[in-house]
């Protein structure tokens, strides 16, 4: 059983199924953050997730929730 509503990439697969390991590029973004920056691959995802929360927070401010 889950938490939530959200599914793991296991979800209904038997115990035994081994799990992956880390592929190369999350131990580039693992070294990455155990110095204390940001993997530079991630940084147009970054910039994609903030730019369509801010346009999400514009277009809820709106009469209508419409962007014209």
Wanted: with cysteine; hydrophobic share 35%.
């Amino acid at each position: 059983m889950s938490y939530g509503d959200k599914q793991g990439p296991f979800h209904n697969l038997p115990v035994s199924t081994p799990h992956m390991t880390k592929n190369f590029l999350q131990q580039k973004r693992f070294l990455a953050q155990t110095n204390g920056t940001t993997y530079v691959y991630d940084i147009p995802d970054m910039l994609m997730q903030m730019t369509l929360r801010l346009w999400r927070e514009f277009a809820a401010g709106r009469p209508g929730g419409c962007i014209n």
